[in-house]
């Protein structure tokens, strides 16, 4: 009955929110349905003649009483799932609508734990094709698989299977409390997004090979929040065996170098203050509370700051983390896989990168570093107002919270892992449409936050949606192309290397990395600028928000 009414709402919703040049006659698939652990399905074959299957629950909805509970097992059904519609978003804040990365409204719910699956046309049981997952951010608390631009069309036309899925964000996806601990089995509470994440990968490796996909070629990735959650899904042990690779795209869990997750008790703090807010007696009262009315004392900038309290992110909960990340690569149990680590050029700002004169660039140095702004200044020297945009821009990017989480996971993994990591910037900028106005305007930012998600997937015509944003020319999507074939490798072999991308492992004693730009080409970095950010993090008051997308 749930799947029925579930079909026919979301038949009813896209009638009335579809446009109708949006409308697109569905095709069965031949050989539908497909049985999975839970049941059968059936999905649709879109005009590219890829096959999709959309809207396949892949946990048990977490309402009610499994509001702040591990994700539990779907209950299986009786007849075809028709999988023809996405799910509705974990519910969220909204976005603004002026932003680069707007895609239109979404149906947003608390029962959303749903996965999309895309295939190739001639993909079979037994074809044992790359299986590329992807994970969204959203600074973990926004976000959604249904976005345009996570979508794995192309990726499918290309030859791979690709899965997205929605997993809990903000307040419904993080807080901790005591009273949750007490009744959790394992004594834990607050990492139900992540525990979500393995969930879907479980699905995924029970009943990919179903759709054509090979459960031991599975590459997670994820950008900005969601690199960070594939990287802590690299170091929890409770998700060894469910992928032989990892793409981090601006982000990771072990952000500068004395970061950590807080620690379980630390994270109950949080939720009590929820409580105390809410005014709310006990744990049974916020679970009759309406999601809303919670999400309004939660920390969020989407539409202008609101709320008091941040929530978003692991905690040293004992069960998803014994203990710190770093330490469970030590130990050695972290998933000791290739991961290929990246970031965008132009994604991080401080003052030292809006200074425009020498006095303003040796005061922003100061402000940010104190006593050690001699040492930045000698690193990165600036005496006339020219030099002040090169090396401002410079030191902004090593210093940043995006390069340098990504080169504390290339040494974690160096140090502890077998299997290499790759680094990589992208430095291609987008051909912005100079006759639309967008709020973050990409063609004056540069390479900006998520600038990189349309190539490695394909999906650079999402950006041109509902309004022609974007000038794409024919070596853009060549490029894309060149970036998706170089995944499916590193899905194929664990080594992302090709002809038009030749990777070479990042080294401790030899750090390359690949800059992603209008012509490929591997750079030494200077390690003395990095170690001197990684020992000395600018004044973090002073930081400014990724720039570019919000994620």
């Given at each position: 009955m749930?799947i029925?009414?579930r079909?026919?709402?979301?038949v009813l919703?896209g009638?009335?929110?579809?446009p109708?040049?949006?409308q697109?006659?569905?095709r069965?698939i ?7 652990d839970?049941?059968?399905v059936s999905?649709m ?12 629950p ?15 097992a779907?209950?299986?059904?009786q007849g075809?799932?028709?999988?023809d519609?996405k ?8 976005r ?7 895609f ?18 001639t ?12 994970l969204y951010g959203g ?15 192309q ?6 299977v ?11 996806g993080f807080m901790?409390?005591p009273?949750?601990?007490a009744?959790s089995p394992?004594h834990s509470?607050g ?5 979500d994440?393995?969930a879907?990968?479980?699905w ?9 996909g ?20 690299q170091?929890?042990p ?15 869990t072990?952000?500068?170098e ?13 939720g009590?203050?929820?409580?105390a807010?809410?005014k709310?007696a006990d744990?049974?009262?916020l679970r ?5 009315r919670i999400?309004?004392v ?6 202008g700051?609101s ?13 998803l983390?014994?203990a710190?990340?770093?330490e469970?690569?030590?130990s050695g ?6 991961v290929?680590?990246g ?13 425009r004169?020498?006095a303003q660039?040796?005061d ?7 006593a ?8 990165y020297?600036a005496?006339?107002d020219?030099d ?8 902004a ?19 502890w892992?077998?299997?290499p ?7 291609r900028?987008?051909?912005?449409n100079?006759a639309?106005?967008?709020a973050?305007h ?7 936050h998520?600038?990189d ?7 650079q015509e ?9 000038l794409?020319s ?6 894309a ?5 170089s ?5 194929r072999?664990g080594n992302?290397?090709t ?7 990042w ?10 730009g ?9 390690t ?6 990684r ?6 008051s002073?930081?400014?928000a990724?720039?570019?997308?919000r994620?």
């Open positions: 749930r029925l009414y079909v026919l709402a979301a919703i009638w009335l929110a579809a109708a040049q949006a697109i006659v569905e069965p031949p050989g539908d349905p497909v049985q999975t839970a049941g059968k999905g074959i879109l005009p590219s003649g890829v096959k999709a299957y959309l809207g396949l892949f946990a048990a909805p977490p309402v009610r009483e499994l509001r702040w509970r591990a994700p539990q779907v209950k299986p059904w075809v799932f028709h999988a519609r799910a509705p978003e974990c519910i969220q804040v909204l603004a609508h002026n932003i680069n990365h707007y239109g409204e979404e149906a947003t719910s608390e029962d959303c734990l749903y996965l999309n699956i895309w295939a190739p046309a993909a079979k049981p037994g074809s044992r094709l790359p299986v590329i997952v992807y600074g973990n608390t926004i976000g959604s698989s249904g976005m345009a631009l996570y979508g794995g069309e990726v499918a036309a290309s030859g791979a690709f899965v997205n899925f929605n997993y809990r964000v903000g307040a419904l901790a409390h009273q949750l601990t009744e394992q509470s990492n139900y997004a992540h525990l994440q393995i879907a990968l479980q995924v490796h029970r009943n990919i090979a179903r759709f054509g090979d459960p031991s070629q599975v590459v997670i990735s994820g950008q900005s929040a969601g690199a960070y959650s594939v990287s802590l899904l170091a929890t409770l998700a060894r065996g469910l992928f032989r690779g990892v793409l981090g795209m601006s982000g990771s072990f952000g500068l004395r970061a950590a997750p807080p620690s379980l008790a630390e994270a109950e703090q949080v009590l203050q929820v409580a807010a809410l709310a744990i049974e009262a009759q509370m309406p999601a809303d999400l309004s939660q920390q969020d900038c989407q539409l700051c709320g008091s309290i941040r929530i978003g992110g692991a905690n040293i909960d004992g069960y983390l014994p710190a990340p770093a469970l690569f030590a149990r972290h998933s000791d896989v290739p290929i680590i970031f965008t050029r132009d994604e991080s700002s401080n003052d030292l990168r809006s200074a004169t020498v660039y040796n922003a140095a100061t402000r940010l570093y104190g050690k702004a001699g040492e930045l200044l000698r690193l020297p005496a006339t020219t002040v945009a090169v090396q401002g821009a410079s030191a990017r090593e210093g940043g919270t995006m390069t340098q989480a990504g080169r504390n996971w290339a040494i974690a993994q160096s140090r892992s077998k299997a990591a790759y680094l990589y910037q992208f430095s900028v987008h051909p912005f100079p639309v106005v967008i973050d990409p063609e004056a930012i540069g390479a900006y998520t600038s998600v349309p190539f490695w997937f394909q999906t999402a950006l041109n949606l509902f309004r022609p944003t974007r794409w024919d070596a853009d999507r060549q490029f192309r060149d970036m998706t074939a995944l499916m490798q590193f899905a072999t992302p290397s002809t038009a991308l030749p990777w070479q492992p080294r401790a004693d030899n750090e390359r990395m690949l800059d992603l209008r012509a490929v080409t591997a750079s030494q970095l200077n003395e600028r990095l170690e001197f950010h020992l000395n993090p600018a004044n973090a002073t930081q400014t990724p720039r570019g997308a994620d």
